[in-house]
């Protein structure tokens, strides 16, 4: 039995979605991907370092051959965005031509993503597709069109399956919330 409460360097967190909940949702979202990548042989690229459970679950529920590139980008401290980028890691393969599919565990006010499309679709890729297991719609300051969301959720800052405060967290198997 997973616990209800979580208390992470100086602040209290509860329960939010199971993991249960979150491994059913994954499995659909992976499902839906499949239909609609058949035939394909898309990169999977992983936003790190907030998205590597995710990644990590759902390409093993993919079906067609893929790939997996990794990147990454900074811009949050604590709980909350800084407002700037710096991109800490890039890619290795060419992406000219390919299919990619971004992974990415949460969409805040869709900076750090609108900034990577922007330096993705210099590089030509045949399609760009987002799925983020994550969406804050109230939040949502920029343009980015995610084709496959695991849950809209409210403006709270969450922790676990991947997520973090101040680097602590990232190991949860569930998803918990701030509390107040
Ligand atoms: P955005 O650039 O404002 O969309 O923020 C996206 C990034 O901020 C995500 O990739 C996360 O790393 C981080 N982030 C945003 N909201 C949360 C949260 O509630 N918990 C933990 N990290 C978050
Ligand atoms: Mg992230």
Not at 103 to 112: A, K
């Amino acid at each position: 039995m997973m616990s209800e409460h979580v208390k992470l360097h100086d602040k209290s967190f509860q329960i939010y979605l199971e993991e249960s909940v979150i491994q059913e949702r994954v499995k659909e979202l992976a499902q839906t991907i499949n239909k609609d990548y058949k035939g394909k042989t898309p990169i999977i690229l992983c936003i790190l370092n907030g998205s590597f459970i995710f990644t990590a679950d759902l390409v093993r529920h993919f079906d067609f051959p893929l790939t997996v590139e990794f990147v990454r980008y900074s811009s949050y401290e604590g709980t909350s965005s800084t407002g700037k980028i710096t991109k800490m890691l890039g890619m290795k393969s060419d992406i000219a031509g390919q299919d990619v599919i971004i992974v990415e565990d949460i969409v805040d006010t869709g900076f750090t993503l609108f900034n990577a499309l922007e330096e993705l679709q210099k590089k030509s890729p045949n399609s760009i597709q987002i799925t983020s297991l994550l969406v804050k719609p109230e939040a949502l300051k920029y343009d980015v069109p995610c084709a496959y969301v695991g849950f809209e959720i409210p403006n709270d800052f969450v922790v676990g399956y991947g997520l973090d405060y101040d680097e602590h967290g990232r190991d949860l198997p569930a998803i918990y919330k701030l509390k107040e």
